[in-house]
């Protein structure tokens, strides 16, 4: 079977049921607990386990997390929807993505008018 969410296979023994979908547990965990990027307590980890790795700019990003990072950077701002459709990814799994990159202080939002950009930090 494949979770909904992330469509990786998954065994009926590690599957969980959430309102009538079979998730991974990854995927369950989020469902359940969805990040929230403006969590200070996550900021102040997540900045000082950077710090003791040394890690600066996209240094311990997933792949993923970098290309979101360079994109807004080459175009100086981006939607979440302009992103989600550039790396054809569902919102959830956005939203996932823009909480650690809040939460290592490298990418915020502004809003602008009526409208909600995404911004290197």
């Not at 049921?17 to 990027?37: N, R, S, W």
């Not at 990814?89 to 950009?117: D, M, S």
């Amino acid at each position: 079977m494949k979770c909904a969410r992330c469509q990786e296979e998954v065994l009926p023994q590690d599957s969980y049921d959430y309102y009538g979908q079979t998730l991974c547990e990854d995927c369950y965990i989020v469902a359940l607990q969805p990040p929230k990027p403006c969590d200070p307590a996550a900021v102040a980890s997540a900045k000082a386990t950077r710090k003791q790795l040394g890690q600066t700019g996209t240094d311990g990003l997933t792949p993923l997390q970098k290309r979101i990072y360079e994109y807004i950077k080459a175009k100086g701002k981006a939607t979440k929807e302009e992103l989600a459709s550039t790396f054809d990814l569902p919102q959830w799994e956005l939203e996932k993505q823009f909480a650690v990159l809040r939460h290592c202080e490298l990418v915020r939002a502004t809003k602008e008018g009526n409208q909600i950009y995404l911004t290197l930090w």
